[in-house]
């Protein structure tokens, strides 16, 4: 079974940094894309960062602030985020497509999320 766990999460002050950290195991071809999205309370969730293949995009909102890296042989993904505003407070998911076999259908993992909270 395949299954997202995040972790960095937390509490910092406007202005502040954090980072998070995502990690997928189980039985795994290949991981396509990998990527943060972000729910705040009352809107849709939306997409923070995504990397493939070496590329990067990012959310208007977020750019020059956070960065996105991957780990392909560790299958992990981590999000760095500098310069933290109150807006940017919302539950961050990792999210994965994936393969799991050979010439199979992509699916999409998600982790169970983590709480980012910028306040003074």
């Known amino acids: 079974q395949v299954q997202l766990v995040e972790s960095g999460g937390g509490l910092v002050q406007p202005g502040g940094s954090l980072r998070l950290s995502c990690a997928a195991s189980g039985t795994i071809f290949r991981i396509n894309t990998m990527g943060w999205y972000r729910q705040a309370p009352g809107k849709q969730r939306e997409l923070v960062a995504g990397i493939s293949g070496g590329r990067t995009n990012y959310a208007d909102s977020v750019k020059g602030r956070f960065t996105i890296s991957r780990d392909s042989v560790k299958n992990t993904v981590s999000l760095q985020m500098q310069s933290l505003k109150p807006e940017d407070t919302a539950v961050y998911y990792c999210?994965?497509?994936?393969?799991?076999?050979?010439?199979?259908?992509?699916?999409?993992?998600w982790g169970q999320g983590t709480q980012v909270t910028v306040s003074s």
């Open positions: 999210n994965a497509a994936l393969q799991l076999r050979p010439g199979g259908y992509e699916y999409d993992y």
